[in-house]
């Protein structure tokens, strides 16, 4: 077991108002991933980290940002939510040839 | 552009065999994944190609080419706990990607008795 926990699982927020998700590992991973998941579209990255203050963007970054102050704590920021960030937001991490993903958060942008 | 195709929906019946396909086109190739997902639930990793061939775990097999950009996922001996979604992913070899995994939409396969 990877050991990654999600925070919180579910979420409602107003349109407008900053949102910080947060995924904790607990073995020391270098690497971890940041993806939303909607209908139609599948898991698309957003950001990504290969070590402490190390972070680059992924496919769909724009309104997003990322850091990484401690190697078990990836968290994500959406500086002002809009309705289009509803969603669900996966945490990953990646161990060898494996990749292991978090439970989710259930994002709601009201 | 990445691209990664995969059907959306399939349907199946208990105890039949079901192939999902997937076909590819990156700028980079590392690996191939496939995952499975119940519904409201996390991705969890179900095989793993880097070389041709048929990979086999179980009532679960995968097969890849890479001069094909093609793989597919075969479920054998189906149960009505398969009914899923079944997420093809490659994993780039590009730096710029790190080792990111860049995921098809998913095929929902229906298992009915």
């Known amino acids: 077991d990877a050991g990654i926990t999600q925070s919180p699982r579910h979420k409602v927020t107003e349109t407008g108002t900053p949102v910080t998700l947060r995924c904790h590992q607990t073995e020391n991973h270098r690497y971890m991933y940041w993806y939303r998941q909607d209908p139609g579209h599948g898991l698309r990255l957003i950001h990504y980290s290969y070590g402490v203050k190390d972070t680059d963007k992924g496919e769909v970054s724009d309104g997003y940002s990322v850091s990484r102050s401690k190697t078990e704590d990836f968290l994500l920021t959406l500086e002002s939510a809009t309705s289009s960030q509803t969603s669900v937001y996966f945490c990953?991490?990646?161990?060898?040839?494996?990749?292991?993903f978090g439970s989710g958060t259930r994002l709601t942008v009201v | 552009g990445q691209n990664i195709d995969q059907p959306t929906e399939m349907t199946a019946t208990e105890g039949a065999i079901v192939q999902i396909n997937c076909t590819y086109q990156?700028?980079?190739?590392?690996?191939l994944f496939w995952y499975q997902q119940h519904a409201g639930e996390a991705p969890t990793f179900l095989s793993y190609n880097v070389l041709d061939g048929l990979e086999e775990k179980g009532r679960f097999s995968s097969f890849l080419s890479r001069s094909k950009g093609y793989s597919y996922l075969l479920l054998k001996e189906l149960q009505m706990k398969d009914s899923a979604s079944y997420l093809c992913a490659v994993r780039l070899r590009s730096n710029q990607a790190g080792t990111a995994l860049i995921f098809g939409k998913g095929t929902t396969l229906s298992v009915s008795s």
């Open positions: 990156t700028s980079g190739f590392n690996g």
């Open positions: 990953a991490i990646s161990e060898g040839s494996g990749y292991t």
